[in-house]
């Protein structure tokens, strides 16, 4: 039932495995792990972190298990403003033996995230760090961390070392759009920082020309080159660019 997205259902079914007598402990834990992974997903960070963590301290799981639920249950302490207890977990996925390059690149990633949200630029540096250094990590990854760690660089002044960063992306090969898009439209943001307004329009312009954009990052990509347009004296380009976006359905209000 939770592969079919029917909760409540799946939540009656795991509730009824653990009320039975005496059942396997693997049986046991396996619930454990299902029903936890359910209560994360439905949002429910005290029931998920209960469960995870009586799975995880039993140890009785795989690896991939392991990994699985130290996320689902570091998310659940996010939700909980448990930041401190949610890099811990991270930091527990990093340190598994024999974890797969994908899932530590991911918890390097979440980890980096949340020390920076912490102010600690510098170890979250260190973590987009770890992971572009990492042999085998996915594309994708490595592109969110040379974004992340760009905007991690304007944020304290080095806006040149962010536009080099997002340019890291555009040299990456098989880099999703959805990334070539964030990388394009943020560096299109710096660039008019420094005063390259030439520059970023260019840099907006071939983000526009990407396919399977959503609604709202067209939108406000639109809205930041009509106004590039409007300083470089291009009004009726600006004009058609906020003509656009008031055409466009389902665009934010």
């Not at 939700?79 to 994908?102: F, H, M, P, R, W």
């Not at 990509?221 to 656009?244: F, I, N, Q």
């Amino acid at each position: 039932y939770s592969q079919i997205g029917d909760s409540s259902k799946a939540m009656n079914d795991f509730n009824a495995v653990l009320k039975l007598g005496k059942i396997p402990e693997e049986t046991k834990m396996s619930a454990l792990f299902c029903r936890g992974m359910v209560k994360n997903d439905c949002e429910d960070a005290q029931g998920a972190i209960s469960d995870l963590t009586e799975v995880i301290k039993s140890g009785k799981i795989s690896v991939v298990e392991m990994a699985l639920a130290l996320s689902a249950r570091a998310n659940s302490k996010s939700i909980l403003g448990e930041l401190q207890g949610e890099i811990a977990d991270y930091t527990a996925i990093i340190g598994l033996n024999g974890v797969s390059n994908k899932e530590m690149a991911r918890a390097f990633l979440n980890r980096g995230v949340v020390k920076c949200n912490l102010g600690d630029y510098e170890g979250g540096t260190a973590d987009y760090n770890a992971i572009i250094n990492l042999d085998g990590a996915p594309t994708e990854a490595i592109a969110r961390a040379l974004i992340n760690r760009g905007l991690t660089k304007s944020k304290n002044g080095d806006v040149n070392g962010g536009i080099a960063d997002y340019g890291a992306v555009l040299q990456l090969k098989d880099v999703p759009e959805e990334q070539l898009q964030k990388a394009l439209a943020k560096r299109g943001v710096a660039k008019n920082e420094l005063g390259d307004l030439q520059g970023a329009l260019v840099d907006f312009n071939d983000a526009l020309k990407l396919k399977g954009l959503q609604t709202q990052e067209i939108a406000k990509m639109l809205l930041y080159r009509g106004v590039l347009k409007s300083e470089l004296k291009d009004k009726t380009g600006a004009t058609k660019d906020a003509t656009a976006v008031i055409q466009l359905k389902d665009a934010p209000k």
